[in-house]
Nanobody, 116 residues
């Protein structure tokens, strides 16, 4: 079955960096586009970044452009989110997502807290 496991979250000061990882299993990872979402307390879940399967094309939310980088390692079946220059407003639970045969699969999420 499809399984996504996020890791790498934590508490970081403003201006700091974190790298999130999402380990995937149960599907052909190299042929799947992957996405990172986040959800802050009391807010709706929002798309942060997406990476395509074939060419690794990327797209970002305006709020993270120039600060976050999504990447993938098909050999390790893992997608990453490098987050630099973190701001308090980046505080949220971060989830990775994959869609297979019209069904969305989510990981359990990893908490990122940006605070001094």
């Amino acid at each position: 079955q499809v399984r996504l496991v996020e890791s790498g979250g934590g508490l970081v000061q403003p201006g700091g960096s974190l790298r999130l990882s999402c380990a995937a299993s149960g599907f052909t990872f190299s042929s799947a586009a992957m996405s990172w979402y986040r959800q802050a307390l009391g807010k709706e879940r929002e798309l942060v970044a997406t990476i395509s399967s074939t060419y690794g094309s990327t797209n970002y939310a305006d709020s993270v452009k120039g600060r976050f980088t999504i990447s993938r390692d098909n050999a390790k079946k893992t997608v990453y989110l490098q987050m630099n220059n973190l701001k308090p407003e980046d505080t949220a639970k971060y989830y990775c997502k994959v869609v297979r045969v019209g069904v969305s699969y989510w990981g359990q999420g990893t908490q990122v807290t940006v605070s001094s």
